[in-house]
Nanobody, 119 residues
């Protein structure tokens, strides 16, 4: 069984920073794409940033120049460094990964971590 466990969320003032982590565990042969999504009340879940196994990255326009996604393949972990946080970044942040634990790759989601930006 594969699990994704996120950590690092919390309450921060506007302009502050947070670093989210997501660790994959279980029977893992390989991990392809890893990414961060977010969902705020009344809105659909949206991509924030993604990183391939080779390190290529993709960011939502709202995250460019403020957020940095990275991964440690040896630890099966993906990170999201968030700087210059804004009130509108408030959301539940979810980790997503395409993981091969058997013959095929499957899509996995973490349980989510709350990020609240407020003064």
């Amino acid at each position: 069984q594969v699990q994704l466990v996120e950590s690092g969320g919390g309450l921060v003032q506007p302009g502050g920073s947070l670093r989210l982590s997501c660790a994959a565990s279980g029977s893992i042969f390989s991990i392809n794409l890893m990414g961060w999504y977010r969902q705020s009340p009344g809105k659909e879940r949206e991509l924030v940033a993604a990183v391939s196994s080779g390190g290529a990255t993709n960011y939502a326009d709202s995250a460019k120049d403020r957020f940095t996604i990275s991964r440690d393949n040896a630890k099966n972990t993906v990170y999201l460094q968030m700087n210059s946080l804004k009130v509108e970044d408030t959301a539940v942040y979810y980790c997503r990964a395409y993981i091969r634990s058997g013959t095929y790759f499957s899509n996995y989601w973490g349980q989510g971590t709350q990020v609240t930006v407020s003064s």
